[in-house]
């Protein structure tokens, strides 16, 4: 049967199975376990892939993710998170459009310590939604920028997309992680300077309301040993999640573990550890460690019928001697990516379709390392996409913004996140260098 064929049956199936409402990790699971039995008929490799399973959830790479969860869970139900942004906002205050940009800075730092767009988009949300909105930003504006804004914590290491893409593609994590450094500032620093930019040329972004708010126009309260308290803690734990990583002290897994006991501690002397904060955290950290683990899962299942089957194989090699210009096949996969963005958050996506294209993205030259964070731009962009992109409705649900309003706000950051991937075609040593530098 043509390579082709299989593929289109394959795509057919995983359709039907999103349409149905099925989630994902059990639909590709349900699909990876019908193609071994009824198409390879071959059941015995069930107690094969029990074995990789098993072997899988256990590895040290994969125990990173509930750790990093559980770390940023417990700054976001302590409020540390939303302190941060006022402490920022407030010394900004001089600069133009300082709450935009406070969100931007804050979710960058944030990020340093979540790993999560979602989560990112949700705990700031509730704190800069409002306070823009207060100051007299347009709405599409201050939606678009905390959508975007969030989107740097599936960039900024640590990531949980990376590490799903280093367990899948077999890629250094520790390298992902340091690859993702330059990539965010930069589409950090690119967020700014549209706001500045915009700040100046439109002078309907940013309409301050006629009368001072009663708390401006007294002296403020919070003195200079406040600030550093709230926020010298949350760059402490960075600077020693990195540095335990980076100079080699540590393994990941090790400086996960780091970061959620530091976090514990840090809420812990600040007197932030109430019982609804340690409810939330644990609930919080197990439902998501689930979701994540769970699709796994059933990325595993499918990845090994794949695999078996020999499609990937079989389509990287039809692809590479099809294919007259490898830029044409990255533009195609880069499309692919972006449709299935609009539809399907990117862990979903990647366990997905990484099984299909790495080999052949790899076969025409791609590095990995700059793969992976072309592919997680990518999937940044999937999540401020309608119709379904995720922070789109983590925002809409925590703020009440009109669905229209936040879409139209985030089109500009699609252009931004889009040139950041051009960028990174142009200069791959912009995900590159630091990685290759480091060792």
């Known amino acids: 049967m043509s390579v082709y064929v299989v593929l289109?049956?394959?795509?057919?199936?995983?359709?039907?199975?999103?349409f149905i409402g099925t989630p994902i990790a059990f639909g590709v699971g349900f699909l990876g376990v019908a193609g071994i039995v009824l198409v390879l008929g071959k059941p015995a490799l069930l107690?094969?892939?029990?074995?990789?399973?098993?072997?899988?959830?256990?590895?040290?790479?994969?125990?990173?993710?509930?750790?990093?969860?559980?770390?940023?869970?417990?700054?976001?139900?302590?409020?540390?998170?939303?302190?941060?942004?006022?402490?920022?906002?407030?010394?900004?205050?001089?600069?133009p459009c300082n709450l935009g940009i406070a969100s931007v800075i804050s979710s960058a730092i944030f990020s340093a310590v979540c790993g999560s767009a979602p989560a990112t988009v949700a705990t700031l949300g509730r704190v800069s939604i409002p306070a823009m909105l207060k100051k007299g930003y347009r709405p599409s504006v201050a939606a678009g920028t905390q959508?975007?804004?969030?989107?740097?914590?599936?960039?900024?290491p640590p990531s949980i997309n990376f590490i799903i893409y280093g367990l899948i593609t077999e890629t250094s994590v520790v390298k992902l992680f340091i690859s993702?450094?330059?990539?965010?500032?930069?589409?950090?620093?690119?967020?700014?300077?549209?706001?500045?930019?915009?700040?100046?040329?439109?002078?309907?972004?940013?309409?301050?309301?006629?009368?001072?708010?009663?708390?401006?126009?007294?002296?403020?309260?919070?003195?200079?040993?406040?600030?550093?308290?709230?926020?010298?803690?949350?760059?402490?734990?960075?600077?020693?999640?990195?540095?335990?990583?980076?100079?080699?002290?540590?393994?990941?897994?090790?400086?996960?573990?780091?970061?959620?006991?530091?976090?514990?501690?840090?809420?812990?002397?600040?007197?932030?550890?109430?019982?609804?904060?340690?409810?939330?955290?644990l609930l919080n950290s197990a439902k998501t460690s689930c979701m994540i683990f769970f699709l796994m899962f059933g990325g595993l299942v499918f990845a090994q019928f794949l695999t078996v089957q020999g499609l990937p194989q079989q389509l990287?090699?039809?692809?590479?001697?099809?294919?007259?210009?490898?830029?044409?096949?990255?533009?195609?996969?880069?499309?692919?990516?972006?449709?299935?963005g609009c539809f399907m958050e990117p862990l979903s996506i990647?366990?997905?379709?990484?099984?299909?294209?790495?080999?052949?993205?790899?076969?025409?030259?791609?590095?990995?390392?700059?793969?992976?964070?072309?592919?997680?731009?990518?999937?940044?962009?999937?999540?401020?996409?309608?119709?379904?992109?995720?922070?789109?409705?983590?925002?809409?649900?925590?703020?009440?913004?009109?669905?229209?309003?936040v879409i139209k706000g985030v089109i500009p950051y699609i252009i931004i996140f889009t040139a950041a991937i051009i960028l990174c075609c142009i200069f791959p040593g912009i995900a590159t260098w630091l990685p290759t530098t480091l060792g």
């Not at 289109?8 to 999103?18: G, K, R």
Request: glycine letters at 8%; charged letters at 10%.
């Open 8 to 18: 289109l049956w394959v795509f057919v199936a995983l359709l039907a199975v999103l």
């Open 47 to 95: 107690d094969q892939i029990c074995t990789i399973t098993y072997n899988q959830s256990t590895s040290p790479t994969t125990m990173m993710i509930p750790l990093f969860i559980i770390m940023a869970e417990f700054l976001a139900n302590s409020n540390i998170a939303a302190d941060m942004y006022e402490v920022i906002s407030r010394r900004l205050r001089k600069l």
């Open 147 to 156: 959508a975007a804004g969030g989107n740097l914590g599936i960039l900024i």
């Open 180 to 281: 993702g450094v330059i990539p965010g500032i930069l589409i950090a620093a690119m967020m700014i300077a549209y706001l500045l930019i915009r700040n100046k040329l439109d002078k309907t972004m940013l309409v301050p309301p006629k009368e001072p708010a009663a708390e401006e126009a007294q002296p403020v309260r919070h003195s200079l040993g406040f600030d550093i308290i709230t926020v010298l803690p949350i760059v402490a734990l960075i600077l020693v999640i990195f540095g335990t990583l980076y100079s080699g002290v540590c393994t990941a897994t090790e400086s996960a573990a780091i970061g959620a006991i530091g976090a514990g501690v840090i809420v812990l002397i600040q007197r932030r550890m109430t019982r609804n904060c340690m409810k939330a955290t």
């Open 316 to 340: 990287s090699n039809a692809i590479v001697t099809a294919s007259p210009n490898k830029w044409v096949t990255f533009l195609i996969v880069m499309v692919i990516f972006l449709i299935l």
């Open 350 to 405: 990647m366990y997905i379709v990484l099984p299909f294209v790495f080999p052949f993205m790899t076969q025409l030259g791609f590095d990995p390392i700059w793969l992976g964070v072309v592919i997680t731009i990518n999937c940044a962009i999937g999540m401020i996409t309608p119709p379904v992109g995720m922070n789109l409705f983590v925002l809409k649900g925590s703020t009440g913004i009109p669905m229209g309003t």
